[in-house]
């Protein structure tokens, strides 16, 4: 079966109230015990894949848990176990229970040969209170878990509330979590209790950064289904690094790839938002907002790892770039119930159910109206080639961000056309996007340090510099910006 669940973190302020909101006459509270399993070389962990034995008050439940769509739904196969007879009072784990399911496939595949060498890695140790809610649309389990995972001597608190779709509809479910996220504040949060387990379990304070992965089109090719597949990728891509960065536990790149996944959505919803009629118009400006509040904390993250270390490299007496008010408030955007109602409102549009249409289209159909609008993106791109010697800053940053638009276009329509060529073509672009992105971190560069002067004169040792390589840095991305222009299309 496939489980659909969305789960938020709860804000300390509010832990209270969401527990009584919970906890009605209704409500059934059980102690859940886990003992989640990986092989020593992680086999598990490295497919997504989550095996446990868990009990559930007296019962025991042995549950595997595969990747399904999206970050929202899994595959899941459920049995129910029986205490051994010896006394033990604790089932011994059989993987044959699983065997000629689906998910049963993937655990085989992932295991191979080490099915022998599995063991426990983390454990959890919940209180949960669940009640199931009847709204319009939907049948949903509400479950508050209250406990913590724990991994050797290691331990991570759990305060979280999961909304799980029994009947109805994912926009029904996603209707019912935004009405509780606006009550009660809550964020959303992607990452899964394994997950979480196996990052304890290694040591680390949050998962890997997840990148964004090539979208393969699938059928039928319909401008509105291409749409929604689409944003769901990008959810895919964003999702996981925002919640990170909301958690307040994120690397600089995990606030560079929430920037670039934003900029990945917005750039879908510009050139190809007029497929769909659902697609609704605040969503751009909403996520405008976030990536410029992202923007700052990111071009302070790229100074400090790569032009600072130059500029000290060169004497310049600075040992630090100063703390600005950006810093602290990206989490707080990313924690903000208005960003969390913007997740679920995508997260509905990409999992919205389609009609079959009357007639399937045809993938020529959607290759050539992608192609027009790429094809107008490139001929504003030549012109601004043409012309960028005489731009302004504020104007060349406007080319660069129309390049970075056309490549994440191409990157979306690239499964309708020709591997080879469109693989070629984006080689091209990327020494100009390079090129451009350096002038333009020079530019960033430049304010910030001009910012520094009333309270660090020294920092007119780094203006004096970046005036130096201005030039060199103009010209190159002139020089590749035109090389680019005069190259052929694909489309």
Known sequence: MTEIELKFQVPLARRAALRRAVATAKAQTLR?????????????????????????????????????????SRLEHEVPRVTPLDGSGEPVLDLALHAGTAAGELLAAALGDQAAS????????????????RSPGVLAEVALDIGEIRAGSERRELYEIEFELKAGTVAGLVALAARWTERHGLWLDVVSKAERGQQLAR???????????QVVLKEPHSPDAALRQMVG????????????????VAEPEHVHQTRVALRRLRTALRIYGDWSPEVDVNWSPSLAELF???????DRDALQADLLPALQAAGAPLAELPAEAADTAVDDALRAPATTLVWLALIAFSNAAQPEPAEPASAAALRALAAARLKHLQRQLAKDAKAYASFDDAQRHRTRRRLKRLRYGIE??????????????????????????????????????????????????????????????????????????????FW
């Open 233 to 248: 990728s990008c959810l895919a891509h964003l999702l996981p690094n925002a919640a990170e960065v909301a958690g307040g």
């Open 292 to 298: 410029g509040q992202l923007g700052a904390a990111r």
């Open 32 to 72: 859940l015990q886990a003992k989640y399993f990986d092989t020593p070389d992680r086999r598990l962990a490295t497919a997504h894949v989550t095996l446990r034995l868990r009990q559930e008050g007296e019962v025991w439940v042995q549950t595997l848990k595969c990747p399904g769509a999206n970050r929202w």
């Open 118 to 133: 599995l063991q426990v890695y983390y454990e959890t140790d919940v209180q949960r209170t669940l009640r199931l809610i």
């Open 412 to 489: 979306f329509a690239s499964s309708l056309f020709g591997a080879k060529k469109v693989s070629a073509f984006l080689e091209r672009l990327k020494p100009a996007q390079d090129a451009l992105g350096q002038y333009n971190d020079l530019v960033v560069a430049e304010q910030v340090f001009t910012r520094m002067l009333p309270g660090q004169p020294q920092a007119w040792f780094a203006l004096g510099w970046l005036a130096a390589r201005r030039p060199d840095l103009l010209d190159a991305s002139r020089r590749s910006l035109k090389k680019w222009a005069k190259a052929p299309v």
């Open 203 to 213: 040591g680390e304070k949050s998962i890997a950064p997840q990148y964004g992965q």
